[in-house]
Nanobody, 131 residues
Framework: QVQLVESGGGLVQAGDSLRLSCAAS????????MAWFRQAPGKEREFVAA????????YYGDSVQGRFTITRDNAKNTVYLQMNSLKPEDTAVYYC????????????????????????WGQGTQVTVSS
């Protein structure tokens, strides 16, 4: 059984930075693609960023491209989301997700943005950005 635990959320001002962490249990982390999604009040959950199991490829949503960076440390079973130049519209609950398909590269980058490929989800961490 996989458990994902996010941390690092909080209340910040516009322009500030935050780093989110997601610690994964189990032995599948190093062979799994990982992603971050977010959900703002009254809105659908949206894709933020993804990183392949090999760390060779990263993908970002249009609204965070150039401001957010996803990384992973396979030795620590942890994926990170560095968020810079935060905006009030980044306010949301941020979720970490794990794709259990081992050692998988998808031919389409769009695949990494789909919630359906991710098998496990964390409980979320709140990020609030004040103006």
């Amino acid at each position: 059984q996989v458990q994902l635990v996010e941390s690092g959320g909080g209340l910040v001002q516009a322009g500030d930075s935050l780093r989110l962490s997601c610690a994964a249990s189990g032995r599948t982390f190093s062979t799994s693609n990982m992603a971050w999604f977010r959900q703002a009040p009254g809105k659908e959950r949206e894709f933020v960023a993804a990183i392949t199991w090999s760390r060779e490829r990263t993908y970002y949503g249009d609204s965070v491209q150039g401001r957010f960076t996803i990384t992973r440390d396979n030795a620590k079973n942890t994926v990170y989301l560095q968020m810079n130049s935060l905006k009030p519209e980044d306010t949301a609950v941020y979720y970490c997700a794990q794709d259990l398909a081992p050692l998988t590269f998808y031919t389409s980058s769009t695949a990494y943005t789909r919630q359906s490929i991710y098998d496990y989800w964390g409980q979320g961490t709140q990020v609030t950005v004040s103006s």
